[in-house]
């Protein structure tokens, strides 16, 4: 028989209490939240058509920003003072048939916008160039109009009848 010692006892005794009692460790630890605030759905609505109303073939004919029942009309709503980028799909022609088409164009100073503090469409806040996105900020209260307007260029030989194209506006948050 195999006999132990008091020390070889102590000892197998000891190696059983480490064995069975787990690992103490000094532990400390913190949690956080993941949060969010989701910005309200943007809208976006054309409220007036750019109209150019008769046109005489071989006459240009213009309409400015600022002439209220003429020219073209957006409004923004989303969330108050939020920065926004604008982008406008605008044609090169407008068409009255497939056979048909009539040039249009439109300058760097051919809309404008009011955040509401400025004077609406007669008196804008500012004026911005329609041909390449631009960033704005949504009035206080999460309001923006846009104004635009444009040449036509008839030819003397243009097709009479009635031409149209849209105009397209896209606006987003830009996270600012």
Request: with cysteine; aromatic share 8%.
């Amino acid at each position: 028989m195999y006999r132990l010692s008091r020390c070889g006892c102590f000892l197998a005794t000891l190696s059983i209490i480490v064995l069975a009692v787990p690992c103490l460790k000094a532990q400390e630890s913190a949690s956080i939240k993941a949060t969010a605030t989701v910005l309200p759905a943007m809208r976006v609505m054309g409220i007036h058509d750019l109209m150019f109303e008769t046109v005489i073939p071989g006459a240009n004919k213009s309409v400015d920003k600022a002439t209220i029942g003429r020219a073209g009309e957006f409004e923004i709503t989303g969330q108050d003072s939020a920065e926004i980028s604008i982008d406008l799909e605008l044609p090169q022609y407008i068409y009255r048939d497939s056979t048909a088409s009539m040039r249009i164009s439109f300058n760097s100073t051919d809309a404008s916008y009011d955040d509401g503090s400025g004077g609406g469409q007669s008196s804008p806040v500012g004026i911005f160039d329609p041909n390449g996105p631009t960033t704005l900020r949504l009035g206080d209260t999460g309001q923006m109009s846009i104004w635009i307007g444009g040449t036509v260029y008839p030819t003397i030989t243009q097709t009479g009848g009635d031409y149209s194209a849209d105009i397209t506006l896209t606006a987003s948050y830009t996270g600012n």
